[in-house]
């Protein structure tokens, strides 16, 4: 089945030690996104690529950054993990900018010590 | 700016029971409207989504939603809930001629109990 696939689901890091998350999809879809979501809260959109333009959400700390080396491939890097920066990082796809519906992965949650 | 309200943060209903999630928006613009499920530690299922045409709408899961633009809702509603709908429930909206950036409401925590 086509899908959405990060890993690891589950990362722990320590306070300032840089990690990277990883996203892949089958789906050969154009656009990924990343989104930041905290302890009983809603997705917060980090930012989206649509091919290999990069699009930052102007709220997004510098902390974050992203790579997409191929269509199926999406990174998220945190430079250094604050303890803040605990929670469900979601990775999501859509087919192009005039398509709507996004299709997510399963997450990954981030443990900062 | 576009915003999202889920005016229910818990919504508690026994077994067989019907139930509505509500869900109002704002935006100056035309919208696309979506209801995701978050099951515990996984990430956004689409439920259904409304982007024109017919105001009522059917998704997956027995569940429906109505888009009712004179009062800027999209309420989710299901006639008979199982034990397996327990789940976190996400109202979203997208901005026609945007880059179909998601702006979600808070969530509503949808306990089944039997």
């Known amino acids: 089945d086509a899908m959405v696939i990060q890993n690891p689901r589950y990362q722990v890091t320590q306070f300032g030690k840089p990690v990277t998350l990883s996203c892949s999809q089958t789906?050969?879809?154009?656009?990924m996104y990343w989104y930041q979501q905290k302890s009983s809260q809603a997705p917060k959109l980090l930012f989206h690529y649509y091919d290999k333009d990069f699009n930052n959400e102007a709220d997004t700390p510098d902390n974050f950054q992203s790579r997409r080396p191929n269509t199926s491939f999406c990174f998220l890097d945190i430079r250094s993990p604050g303890l803040g920066d605990a929670a469900m990082y979601l990775c999501a796809t859509s087919r192009s900018r005039g398509t709507y519906e996004q299709y997510f992965g399963p997450g990954t949650r981030l443990t900062v010590t | 700016a576009q915003s999202v309200t889920q005016l229910d943060s818990q919504v508690p209903v026994f077994e067989e029971a019907p139930v509505e999630l509500r869900c109002n928006y704002s935006?100056?613009?035309?919208?696309?409207l979506f209801w995701y499920v978050q099951y515990p530690n996984q990430g956004l299922q689409l439920l259904l989504k409304?982007?024109?045409?017919?105001?009522l709408v059917k998704g997956i899961n027995g569940f429906e939603a109505e888009f009712n633009k004179s009062q800027t809702s999209f309420h989710l509603r299901k006639p008979s809930v199982h034990i397996s709908d327990t789940a976190e429930y996400f109202c979203a909206v997208s901005v026609s001629g945007g880059y179909n950036k998601l702006i979600f409401g808070a969530g509503t925590r949808l306990a089944v109990h039997p």
């Open positions: 789906l050969n879809h154009n656009v």
């Open positions: 409304y982007l024109s045409g017919s105001t």
């Open positions: 935006s100056s613009v035309s919208v696309y």
